[in-house]
């Protein structure tokens, strides 16, 4: 395979891959606008689709999402999360947020959403591919945790997504998300810069 070729299939399976978190995340907005709270599995909520996977070719995969919305009227605007299972290959994804706040927080949740799913399909990817391993048991020490090899490569993944799709640097959007979400991440000051320094460096 020649230099354009290669160059040629990058591009390709990058472009692949956006849509798919494009699609995915569209799909779960879609679904928060419409249900006050619920449990849905995607894509089968959307039956006229007749689909029960997102496909992803770059891998040659498939993952689920099962998406959990609940309402609490004691929060400001949204918290959201979400959690890769590799033994099913499906993504949990969590989202509260105050009912009086839904129509101000969607554009701030779609894209918190997308970094979200990059990341996580980044784990899809770590496990079909055998980069990392994901069967070792997260510590619960939070800046182990966070310096792991497979969550600082799928941080980096997750970020640089963010940073294309807000046309915000990739550094500031790596220590506005530290800086924003300190109630998430629960590390010192000091652990906080080490890990954003491993995410800067990452390739």
């Known amino acids: ?19 798919v978190i494009r699609q995915i995340v569209r799909d779960i907005i879609t679904v928060f606008k419409n249900n006050k709270r619920g449990y849905f599995h995607l894509p089968e909520y959307f039956e006229e689709r007749e689909i029960m996977t997102y496909e992803i070719p770059k891998i040659n995969s ?25 033994e099913e ?12 706040d839904k129509q101000k927080i969607l554009y701030n ?30 510590s619960k020490d939070s800046f182990k945790y966070y310096t792991s090899p497979h969550e600082i490569d799928a941080q980096y993944y997750g970020f640089k997504r963010l940073s294309k799709l807000t046309k915000k640097p990739f550094d500031e959007v790596v220590r506005n998300w530290f800086e924003t979400h300190r109630d998430t991440h629960e590390l010192t000051k000091g652990e906080e810069d080490k890990v954003i320094n491993l995410i800067l460096k990452h390739k």
Do not use: C, W
Not at 2 to 14: A, F, G, T, V
Not at 62 to 86: C, R
Not at 94 to 99: E, F, L, R
Not at 131 to 138: A, G, I
């Open 1 to 19: 395979m020649n230099l354009r070729e290669s160059i040629r299939r990058i591009l390709n399976e990058d472009t692949g891959m956006r849509n």
């Open 62 to 86: 498939e993952v689920v999402i099962e998406l959990m919305i609940e309402e609490d009227t004691s929060i400001q605007g949204y918290g959201v999360n979400a959690n890769f299972l590799n």
């Open 89 to 100: 290959e499906s993504i949990e994804v969590k989202i509260v947020y105050n009912p009086s």
């Open 109 to 138: 949740l779609s894209g918190e959403l997308n970094e979200i799913m990059a990341h996580e399909l980044r784990h899809l990817f770590q496990q079909v591919k055998g980069t990392h391993d994901l069967d070792v048991k997260p």
